[in-house]
């Protein structure tokens, strides 16, 4: 079989994976504290035969880190986490990381996600606050204050530049190497009464989807030209 068959069909994985995760994007552009996911490709070169024939990788995704736009709603159980920072929630599989700091209480106090999964203090334990009691501040630093009586501080982690993030339940992620608290809060840290938005840029997305249309649809002529082709020679052949 000639090899361009294989090159386009490599071409055509690639480009279905890349569809996959720009459509994921698109669903999750109003998620908030969503991480949009990114992908990159490499040439893999075959030597075997003749000439070396390229084939394009699987490719590798990653979670972008830019930040995303801040949108203030004015409630004191939000926050939006400014620079690179990240807020710690517990989940049925462990301790993982959100930027989205749109926070609840339950009835005995305690600060959840809108899913139910607790907020996490520096030390690794859920926080609380008293229902009754008026509704905290919240200062960059994470510290908690309510009815001027300090109850803790979120726990605020930066996760290492070189981690691999996993996504987990909602817009949270874990990483492959342990964070550590932050200790910068003139770059990173919360602000009250605002909300992350996702860091997905939709039209963007929306160019990437029309552009690997037109990709996928170039290579599948290509495709539909060879097999063309190989039928007229088999025909040539057989009449001969």
């Not at 620079?83 to 339950?106: E, F, H, K, V």
């Not at 649809?217 to 495709?223: D, G, I, K, R, W």
């Amino acid at each position: 079989m000639q090899s361009n068959i294989y090159v386009a069909l490599s071409a055509q994985l690639a480009l279905q994976r890349r569809l996959d995760t720009v459509a994921n994007n698109v669903a999750n552009a109003s998620t908030a504290g969503y991480r949009a996911e990114e992908m990159s490709f490499e040439e893999l070169l075959s030597e075997k035969g003749k000439e070396p024939v390229s084939f394009v990788s699987k490719g590798d995704s990653h979670l972008s880190l830019k930040m995303g736009d801040l949108e203030q709603t004015g409630r004191p159980l939000d926050v939006a986490v400014r620079g690179s920072a990240w807020l710690a929630i517990q989940t049925p599989q462990g301790i993982a990381y959100t930027r989205d700091g749109r926070m609840q209480m339950t009835t005995e106090g305690v600060l959840t996600t809108l899913s139910g999964q607790p907020f996490l203090d520096a030390s690794g334990s859920p926080l609380q606050l008293d229902p009754e009691k008026p509704p905290p501040t919240i200062n960059k630093a994470g510290t908690i204050t309510q009815d001027g009586q300090d109850l803790g501080a979120l726990g605020i982690y930066r996760i290492p530049q070189q981690a691999k993030l996993t996504r987990a339940e909602g817009s949270s992620v874990t990483s492959d190497i342990q964070p550590t608290a932050e200790l910068d809060f003139i770059s990173n840290g919360v602000v009250q009464g605002f909300v992350e938005k996702s860091n997905v840029n939709p039209m963007l997305e929306m160019t990437h989807l029309i552009t690997i249309q037109r990709n996928f649809e170039a290579v599948s002529t290509m495709l539909h030209d060879t097999e063309a082709s190989l039928q007229d020679a088999l025909r040539n052949i057989a009449g001969s």
